[in-house]
């Protein structure tokens, strides 16, 4: 499958209704599967294991999707992450688009090329954005090393 390489200029242009569904139902799952990742991740990888004792205890950053209406927020707490509730993010990623964060999450395109293309927006300190980003991309290649995207 060939990599995508959106321009930071051009919009997405809407989905097809089945396709956007479909899309729609993976975020969802994967939305759902997230906490469960995140809590695992830093027990599979000494890298998120590693990145997790630099952001500190009590950190919290937010997963956002711009029309989807399905936001997430984790909260660093004794060597792992969990759900953080009612609490105020200190860093988010925020995907511009479905389409754009379909394509992350499945393996289309990897997180580093998404963040190139300008994709997705950070918000928060930029300190703690790189160990974020670097957190989330190990993530990401720890449990979709099978996808091309995260082979390289």
């Excluded at 027990?43 to 937010?62: K, M, N, R, Y």
């Excluded at 209406?69 to 200190?90: L, N, Y």
């Excluded at 670097?134 to 995207?149: E, G, I, N, Q």
Aim: aromatic fraction near 14%.
């Amino acid at each position: 499958m060939p990599t995508k390489i959106y321009s930071a200029i051009t919009e997405p242009t809407q989905s097809h209704p089945e396709r956007a569904l479909y899309k729609q139902t993976y975020m969802n799952t994967m939305m759902a599967l997230l906490p469960a990742l995140m809590k695992v991740a830093p027990q599979v990888s000494t890298t998120v294991a590693h990145e997790t004792l630099v952001l500190g205890p009590g950190f919290t950053f937010a997963i956002d999707i711009d029309g989807f209406g399905r936001a997430i927020t984790f909260e660093q707490h004794s060597s792992s992450w969990r759900v953080a509730t009612e609490k105020e993010p200190d860093f988010v990623i925020e995907f511009r688009d479905l389409d754009y964060a379909f394509d992350v999450f499945s393996g289309g395109i990897s997180l580093k090329e998404a963040l190139a293309a300008r994709l997705f927006a950070t918000h928060g300190a930029n300190s703690k954005g790189v160990a974020i980003t670097y957190l989330f991309d190990t993530v990401l290649r720890t449990f979709f090393c099978w996808r091309s995207a995260y082979r390289r």
